[in-house]
């Protein structure tokens, strides 16, 4: 690893000539490849506490959803930057509490995506926020742990217990991860928490495999106030 971080470090300029870094969000000159302009960076609203009502479990959310955050989130989700992943995760880590000493790291757990969107998106951007929260020291990834069983639709324009009853059996354990997950402390990983609905089916799901505690942790968190314009599709 410190060979590739030397590499790295060596080859920077030469990157950064042919590829001028840019923020992200809104596509202003910045000093390094990773980050944000200091615009984008002060705009992102922090959740001073707690989770959003509804929600029976901890939210650990870095952002809310905000003109900032969705753009964001836009671009690493539909449009091919996966590099964000590093930079969200680091948001997200920080708001996550640091493992009890001496205790097993929590699993983290993403949301799972169904095979087709996989399939003709490429990735699933919880599997690898997972991963880098794992190479953050927050956990150990298991990114299979979830399985979607069908293909549900969008879920906008829908109340709670329509949400609830399109995923009801959606979402299961995998075989191979049952026995992993009993008697541990789980973290399901997302990008952005919506309605709950899609956590909730994975809440069961986790408890119903003997899950001992289980949170969550996302980069935006949609709240009333915040919320401009639709949330990305999962």
């Not at 880590?93 to 995506?113: D, N, Q, T």
């Not at 699933?124 to 742990?145: C, F, I, P, S």
């Not at 119903?208 to 990305?232: D, K, Y």
Request: positive net charge; hydrophobic residues 45%.
């Amino acid at each position: 690893m410190a060979v590739v971080a030397q590499l790295a470090r060596t080859f920077a300029p030469v990157v950064d000539l042919i590829y001028p870094p840019r923020c992200p969000a809104c596509g202003e000159g910045i000093a390094h490849q990773a980050g944000l302009c200091l615009d984008c960076w002060s705009s992102l609203e922090v959740p001073a506490h707690g989770a959003p009502s509804g929600h029976a479990v901890p939210v650990y959310a870095a952002t809310f959803y905000n003109e900032t955050s969705r753009k964001l989130v836009l671009a690493y989700k539909h449009g091919g930057r996966i590099a964000l992943a590093r930079l969200l995760a680091q948001l997200m880590a920080a708001r996550l509490p640091e493992p009890v000493a001496g205790a097993s790291l929590p699993l983290l757990v993403p949301v799972p995506l169904h095979r087709w969107r996989l399939w003709s998106r490429g990735f699933n951007q919880a599997a690898l926020l997972a991963r880098e929260l794992a190479r953050l020291g927050k956990g150990e990834a298991d990114v299979a742990a979830l399985v979607r069983r069908r293909r549900t639709p969008h879920l906008g324009g829908l109340g709670r217990d329509a949400r609830d009853r399109v995923l009801t059996g959606a979402i299961r354990v995998n075989r191979s991860s049952a026995a992993r997950l009993a008697g541990r402390d789980i973290v399901l990983v997302d990008d952005v928490l919506t309605s709950g609905a899609t956590s909730r089916a994975c809440i069961a799901a986790l408890e119903q495999a003997g899950a001992a505690s289980i949170t969550i942790a996302c980069f935006a968190r949609v709240e009333e106030g915040h919320h401009l314009g639709p949330a990305p599709k999962t």
